[in-house]
């Protein structure tokens, strides 16, 4: 199919090694869509170079009326509600892909679904529904929000339910980090749920993965979002899988790196090409901490590959240049 699509994403200083990779990963695989940036919190010299790698439009929206539950600070911080805060680019479909991702082979498929459907991701590995994603797990992981009392998610999920109509618990639920959506079907469908439950953002126990699962959910609840399959968002590991239940016996391995990526260096054509959960993956996502720009982890080589196709990208993420969060903007601006 030929849609007009956006690819859109969001990084702090913290994630701009991984979106070098991210935007060098795009480029490999042939794909030349205008990037869409939520700026978080990137130097100028940061800046700098994400210019150079494409046609990179920037935002910087006002989050500060977020908070996070003690119990999340460890792992989170606010910016992860900065997506909920923008004006979606004006593409026909838009492809959401972390900044601690890779795009290994082309997005079509999902571009495909998204279009066909409104709503396209892949479901969590292991398998989890609504009710984890609003209430936590603490029965399995210890995993629940500190601050907010059951009193107080109880009070959310009614007046939730009460405006949009009972919430099915048991409802598979997918990974915010790679979606993609019908512009329409996103404004006309999810956006209304989101701007109501962004009030009750502390009591839902998933931040913005479970809002967004929400708002999928209410906008289709015979189908939340169409299924794209594992290979459209593979882990590079398999680990809190396999801590928390793999007493089972059963265990995921981490997808497996087929190319050499010595010969690939010297072949711009050559797709680096992993196998895992799902096939030929067509998007490796570095899900847990530490991320592989932090230390050395598993398939740390791949990100190092793509990102080291820019050089210069070291001393700008070592540089303490001056920061540009403090001004925000309500609209896109090109780079």
């Avoid at 199919?1 to 090694?17: E, H, K, L, Q």
């Avoid at 992993?274 to 901490?289: D, E, I």
Wanted: hydrophobic share 40%; with cysteine.
């Amino acid at each position: 199919m030929t849609a007009d699509v956006g690819i859109y994403t969001r990084c702090d200083s913290n994630y701009f090694p991984g979106l070098i990779a991210l935007l060098n990963s795009l480029r490999r695989v042939g794909h030349s869509y205008p990037v869409y940036l939520v700026d978080t919190g990137l130097t100028a010299a940061e800046l700098d170079i994400i210019a150079s790698l494409g046609d990179v439009h920037v935002t910087r929206p006002q989050f500060g009326q977020y908070t996070l539950d003690s119990s999340k600070a460890a792992r989170y911080n606010t910016t992860v509600f900065a997506g909920l805060e923008i004006t979606l680019p004006e593409h026909e479909v838009i492809v959401h892909l972390d900044a601690d991702a890779v795009v290994l082979d082309s997005l079509e498929p999902l571009i495909q679904a998204a279009f066909e459907h409104g709503f396209a991701a892949t479901g969590e590995i292991p398998p989890s529904n609504m009710k984890t994603h609003f209430w936590g797990m603490p029965e399995i992981t210890g995993r629940a929000l500190r601050d907010v009392t059951r009193e107080g998610q109880i009070a959310a999920h009614a007046a939730i339910t009460a405006r949009f109509g009972p919430l099915d618990e048991e409802t598979i639920t997918f990974n915010s980090g790679i979606w993609a959506t019908r512009r329409d079907y996103y404004l006309n469908r999810m956006r209304p749920v989101l701007e109501f439950i962004k009030d009750y953002h502390r009591e839902i126990w998933g931040l913005e993965q479970a809002m967004l699962n929400i708002a999928a959910f209410y906008a289709n609840p015979y189908e939340p979002f169409r299924e794209v399959g594992s290979r459209f968002n593979s882990r590079a590991e398999y680990s809190y899988f396999n801590e928390h239940f793999g007493t089972s016996g059963y265990r995921i391995a981490s997808p497996r790196l087929l190319t050499n990526l010595e010969t690939a260096r010297l072949d711009p054509g050559m797709k680096v090409r992993l196998n895992g959960v799902g096939g030929t993956l067509a998007v490796l996502h570095f899900v847990w901490k530490p991320k592989p720009w932090e230390e050395p982890s598993t398939l740390s080589e791949v990100w190092e590959f793509f990102a080291d196709t820019t050089p210069g990208w070291r001393d700008a993420a070592a540089a303490k240049g001056a920061r540009v969060r403090a001004a925000a903007t309500a609209g896109w601006e090109s780079l």
